[in-house]
């Protein structure tokens, strides 16, 4: 390997006069588009290129399209590093937000499980209320009006009471057991508006 020192590279003003002054035409190829410096380089330059990798990578490495590819590389370096440090002093706001996110989660999750005990309970409190229960109550009611009046009659047969008290209880009675009757009637002919 070659180990003559680096010429700089020509300008493109200098190229084009030497290049005039040898007699050359001017080349239009890729070469020549995007290094035009190199495709105005003499042919002995352009060997010791093709030779010598120290010199090909010494030339390019300080072209201005090199040199603006690494300056942009610098520049970006530089933008992550700066971003980096920036994530890095965030990182304990991030950590504490975590915590008062799984927080917030474990008592959301607490929450819902009292809520599921308390809506069971809610349930189980109301379910004298609802419309099944209410109609075995009123049945049940209806049915032991009608006990009670029987029991009154077979009291009488037997000889407890007078006349006119029997009769007195026992329309009293009788009236709750129709209006009862009535009532289970409608309930069942569906006349019944549940609130």
Known sequence: MSSAPLSSAPTASSATTSTAAAGHGVIDDALARDY????????????????????????????????????????????????ARESEALKPQLDALRQDTARC???????????????????????????????????????????????????????????ESFVKQYREIRKVFHKREIGLQKWDEGKVVWM
């Open 36 to 83: 035009p410096q190199v495709a105005q380089l003499p042919k002995d330059e352009l060997q010791r290129l093709l030779e010598d990798d120290a010199y090909f990578d010494a030339y390019f490495n300080t072209s201005p399209q090199a040199l603006a590819y690494h300056d942009a590389v610098q520049r970006k370096m530089q933008q992550n590093i700066h971003l």
């Open 105 to 163: 989660f474990h008592d959301a999750t607490d929450l819902k499980q009292q809520w599921a005990l308390l809506e069971q309970a809610q349930q189980d409190a109301y379910r004298r209320f609802s419309q099944p229960a209410q109609l075995a109550r009123y049945r049940a009611a209806t049915t032991t009006q009608e006990h009670l009046s029987d029991a009154l009659v077979d009291a009488f047969l037997n000889g407890d009471g007078d006349d």
